[in-house]
Nanobody, 115 residues
Framework: QVQLVESGGGLVQAGGSLRLSCAAS????????MGWYRQAPGKQRELVAT???????NYADSAKGRFTISRDSGKNTVYLQMNSLKPEDTAVYYC????WGTGYWGQGTQVTVSS
């Protein structure tokens, strides 16, 4: 089993920044990709950014230029630095890791951006 613990969400004004963290523990051998997704009220969960074990990153268009994903393999932790936040970034942000083709989700952390 893999356990994911997310932190760093909160309330911020538009234009502000937040840094999300997701620490993986348990049976972590074989993790290849780590990423962040979000789900706003009434909307489907969507990709924000992913990073592979080799450091290759992928971003949603809405995140490009404002968000940065990174990982500390030694700590089995993935980060999402979010700058220039907008009210439309308000959502529950979920960490996901992929291990041997199986996805594992965190419990989610709320990000609220006020205008």
């Amino acid at each position: 089993q893999v356990q994911l613990v997310e932190s760093g969400g909160g309330l911020v004004q538009a234009g502000g920044s937040l840094r999300l963290s997701c620490a993986a523990s348990g049976s972590i051998f074989g993790i290849n990709a780590m990423g962040w997704y979000r789900q706003a009220p009434g909307k489907q969960r969507e990709l924000v950014a992913t990073i592979t074990s080799t450091g290759r990153t992928n971003y949603a268009d809405s995140a490009k230029g404002r968000f940065t994903i990174s990982r500390d393999s030694g700590k089995n932790t993935v980060y999402l630095q979010m700058n220039s936040l907008k009210p439309e970034d308000t959502a529950v942000y979920y960490c996901k890791i992929t291990k041997w083709g199986t996805g594992y989700w965190g419990q989610g952390t709320q990000v609220t951006v006020s205008s």
